[in-house]
């Protein structure tokens, strides 16, 4: 009955699609694939290779997944560059999405690089060159009045979108069309992450024009996106919001995130929808909330507490500023008698103008103001700003290549035990300074932390693993335990309660072992319990509409996809 139910199943599907498709373990099936024996390949078995009319179209030996998986890893390792390796893993993920996933899961710290920062940052950067097929959606101006409809062609469920204007991608600035490419990376990490089905993920990119020339006038490109310039605010909220009240009404149930949408629009979105949509920005929130937890145990390390802390950011953008507002989210949690404005006078903000104060001169972008000092006058050199305030913690989130150099690293090594150095600029090229620069110019004494990874650091006879304040630690638990209890909307609670989750997962020896995060290679269980306490508070502000689980914890783990055939 099995067999003859996968027949029908996969009979089904090739009659529709004109593909057969491998079935997962949740009994659905990918249309992606052009080839209909791919998505399965040399695993299937003898006799569903008569059944389909497969016999003589596939070599005659028949492998487990771990076999393909062997072979498809050392396929990755001979490719020659980080674009070959990614391009690799695209062409494995279209034509089989259980053993892309597979080779993911199974080999986190190797493949996440390269599905995500810091190579996805070229893959973006050239999306034309490398374009292949679609990937999601692309929704543009051309769509005004229809978009609802054009939302239809979507044939699938949707569980979770991750969309993006292309606006500010990275540090790489506006890449249009092209920034579809990291909605498409988050949501494999999503999958991989927290276990949501890959059949239900869908990226979208808003294509509201680039102001990039390029991409506008050189045909050597091959730019996919619309050749116009960027809409104007009159005519590109109204866009947004009827794509999102679109969204709203075909998938009420979905979860979406915010992505690299530009400093001038992130902000205004995420205040006028969270209440109004199961949304999150990962950037300001996520971003955040990874930030926060790393600060949780850094400041445990150095053993200097919240009311003693001067924490310098270079950066004033969503990044640095949603960093911040969790760490003080963070620090009233840990001290109920601590104000919201206390707290902030533990923050100097550095933008383009130098330290962000009252009393420069020039207006403030609505988002700085909260944390403008009143206590200084104009001060534009870093390194002024760092000798004047004596920062406990120095975090970077500008996108600055290099910007704390070794007068700066050492000024803070100077002014501290154990200097917090966290330099959080995507992709390493625009990295702050290195983990290397950081250990030597402190002896080894510096907490470091980086958005993308860095290889272990020999200082003397001590080898030292950098962390990486990798926001995949927060957003696929964040927004899985969001979706799995129907949260009416994700609050800025439960946004903390996934910092505090994180943080509490460090153990004692590997905060002895100066380990600020656990062990990306455990995801799933750091997935597990992030998710696990996001929904504990959804339940305690009364904004989860599930029947609450007898057992949140295994609640989760039983509703994460796994990458495994049907036999």
Aim: charged share 20%; hydrophobic share 40%; glycine share 8%.
């Amino acid at each position: 009955k099995k067999m003859t139910m996968l027949v029908l199943v996969l009979s089904l599907i090739c009659i529709v699609s004109a593909t057969a498709n491998v079935c997962s373990t949740t009994g659905s099936c990918s249309q992606k694939d052009p080839l209909s024996y791919n998505n399965k390949g040399t695993a299937f078995t003898q006799e569903e290779r008569k059944a389909l009319g497969l016999v003589g179209l596939l070599p005659p030996i028949v492998e487990t997944l771990e076999q393909q998986a062997e072979r498809a890893l050392a396929q990755f390792r001979r490719s020659p560059t980080t674009i070959d390796k990614y391009n690799f893993l695209t062409v494995i993920r279209y034509t089989n999405e259980v053993l892309f996933y597979h080779l993911l899961i199974n080999n986190l710290v190797e493949l996440v690089p390269i599905v995500y920062t810091p190579t996805v940052g070229q893959a973006c950067r050239e999306w034309g060159q490398h374009y292949k097929w679609a990937e999601g959606m692309y929704i543009t101006r051309n769509e005004k009045g229809n978009i609802r409809s054009v939302l239809d062609n979507w044939k699938k469920d949707v569980s979770i979108i991750v969309v993006t204007d292309g606006s500010r991608i990275l540090g790489l600035g506006d890449l249009g069309a092209g920034g579809l490419g990291i909605p498409v990376g988050k949501l494999q990490l999503y999958v991989a992450g927290a276990g949501f089905n890959p059949e239900n993920t869908l990226p979208i990119v808003l294509d509201t024009g680039t102001k990039t020339a390029r991409y506008l006038s050189d045909e050597s490109e091959y730019y996919v996106g619309v050749k116009e310039p960027r809409l104007g605010d009159d005519e590109y909220y109204p866009l947004v919001e009827e794509f999102l009240m679109a969204v709203k009404d075909k998938w009420p149930r979905a979860l979406l995130q915010f992505e690299d949408f530009s400093n001038n629009h992130c902000f205004d979105l995420l205040e006028k929808y969270v209440e109004r949509l199961r949304c999150f920005n990962d950037d300001i929130q996520g971003t955040g909330a990874v930030i926060a937890s790393g600060f949780i145990n850094a400041a445990q390390l150095s053993g200097v507490s919240y009311a003693n802390q001067r924490i310098v950011f270079l950066g004033a953008g969503s990044a640095g500023i949603g960093v911040a507002d969790q760490i003080v989210e963070v620090m009233i949690t840990s001290d109920p008698s601590l104000t919201k404005e206390e707290a902030r006078k533990r923050f100097y903000f550095v933008d383009s103008a130098g330290l962000v104060t009252t009393k420069r001169g020039g207006s403030l972008q609505a988002h700085k103001v909260p944390y403008a000092r009143d206590d200084y006058e104009k001060i534009t050199d870093l390194l002024d700003i760092v000798n004047t305030i004596k920062p406990t913690t120095l975090i970077g989130l500008s996108g600055i290549g290099g910007a704390f150099n070794k007068e700066i690293l050492s000024a803070m090594a100077s002014f501290n035990e154990r200097p917090v150095i966290f330099s959080l600029s995507n992709p390493t090229s625009n990295s702050e300074c290195s983990a290397e620069e950081a250990y030597q110019a402190s002896e080894g004494r510096a907490i470091f932390a980086s958005g993308s990874p860095y290889a272990p650091v020999t200082i003397g006879d001590k080898t030292i693993v950098p962390g990486q304040g990798n926001n995949m630690y927060i957003f696929p638990g964040l927004g899985f335990g969001a979706w799995l209890c129907q949260s009416t909307k994700v609050s800025n609670s439960m946004v903390t309660a996934s910092a505090m989750a994180l943080a509490g997962l460090v153990t004692p020896e590997n905060l002895n072992a100066g380990n600020i995060y656990p062990d990306l290679t455990r995801i799933r269980e750091i997935s597990v319990e992030v998710a696990a306490q996001v929904i504990e508070q959804a339940f305690e502000e009364g904004l989860a509409t599930i029947e609450r689980p007898e057992d949140i914890r295994s609640f989760v783990r039983e509703n994460m996809w796994k990458p495994e055939y049907l036999n």
